[in-house]
């Protein structure tokens, strides 16, 4: 069976801060349609690689091309009007903004670019299938944490994504939201969007995507289908230190 | 309810307008004055209020209008046709100085200007062809006070509508973005330097417009008055006073800074101490109510309202 091409290409990208190496020579690909997860350990460059991806960070070297089209280096902005967007760990709204006005901003300025009825209506959608619609006019700064990770993807959603990149949006929600949670990510990506996501929560991750890499110290260490990848040696032992490898 | 800004703000609109059949020539000069300082607050509040980014280099955008309308007069131009020039003139330089200073942010940003401001009054008093440190005279023609007056309210009205009209709309809602989270802003496709550039050149021609309107009012400019560092503090320190980021707030901020410095002028003993008074409230602004006279308002009527409710 021929591979079809991949939605998102990575080859030997590298990130150095000053004599950290938080990212060296990763390389994979995703193919339209599927949820990939990326998984390890605190600093181990998830989050670099997240921002690298969406341009947020400029990469020191490599190469990654979305829809056959290279966008290393490109600013931000102009990565979301293609179609990549990715959503904050620890979510950042607009204080002061309505929820509704909140997700109105990825309408106007996202890929899709939508002004007046048409950005309403989408937005509403947007909304109700986050389960924000009963929030509609709070202020951004008074929802609590989980309604806050809901806002950070109705957000990204919002600006019409192609893939849509998710960082830890079931970090700090308690287990009946992590179910609901993972039922979004499979609604998003029945939808029609590639999803990746990042996440520290290895059930969740494991129920939910395709494949995953994981990363350790800015190196792949695995990549592959879940459950093989999850008993691999190495990834235990990245998790659980040496000794626990060994034994 | 919503209605009530929009309606009280055209009524004043139509007052300004009709205040030269009312007004005695004196008085009138006061409300040059106050239009003026609200073109000034306005204007600079669609880039430091909207969006948050606070620039002390405001005269230099006043005094690239001042001095386009009377070298352009001086070679023959009707001095009101100038205006338009003088504005895309400011508007150009905004964005030659804003794509290197937009890279910088929050105190650096605001630093960056105050050089930029500085460096254009020394340029301005140390080259020929502006007059130098002595100035310039505008050619001796009509002058009309009348007319001068009309024109400057008609700006601060032009000003406050658009600001209100800007607030509004979707660039309003990018520059609120854009000062409220920019990494944020840009992770939802908002190319903050493009939206950053158009407030400030928005904003710069329409103080150099009125910049403009001060030379053919006072006929005669220097860059001790156009381009002076005290001037940027004032435009800046009215809207954060009155209340930064809303529409009534520069102009409320405006109105006591214009009475206080006519107040102050006519007191010989007290005409330097305006920047000592201005300085005084904008720490106390800082510390009791960051969101000024607007926001002090809004708790007092507020907890009118409230009592009215409770005893009804």
Redesign the interface.
Known sequence: MPMPEPILSVRALKKRFGGLLALSDVTFSVTEGEIYGVIGPNGAGKTTLFSCLVGSLPPTSGSIRFQGREIAGLPNYAVVARGLVRTHQIPRPFREMTVEANVSIGAHFGAGQRRGADARRRVAEILERTGLGARTGSLAMALPIGDLKRLEIARALATEPAVLCLDEVMGGLNPSEIVAAMSLVRAIRDSGLTVLMIEHHVHAVAGVTDRILVLNFGEMIAEGVPREVLRNPEVVAAYLGDDAGAA | MKAFPWASGAALGVLALAAPLMLERGTLNDVWSLAFAVVLASAWNLLGGFAGQVSLGYSAFLGIGAYATVLLSLRGMNPFLTLPLGAALAAAFSVLVGLPAFRLRGPYFTIATIGVGEVVRVCASSVSFTGGSSGLRMPPGSFDFTLNYLSMATLAIAVVALAAFVKRS?FG??L??IR??I??????????TRFKLAAHALSAALVAVAGGLYAINFQYIAPGSVFDFRLSLSIVLMPIVGGVGTIAGPVLGALVFSTLQVKLLSIPALRDSYLFLYGTLLIVVMLFEPKGILGLLRRFFDRRLRRFYADA
């Open positions: 979707a809602q990018a609120a973005a409220q989270d990494d944020a802003a840009e992770a939802l496709g908002i190319d903050s």
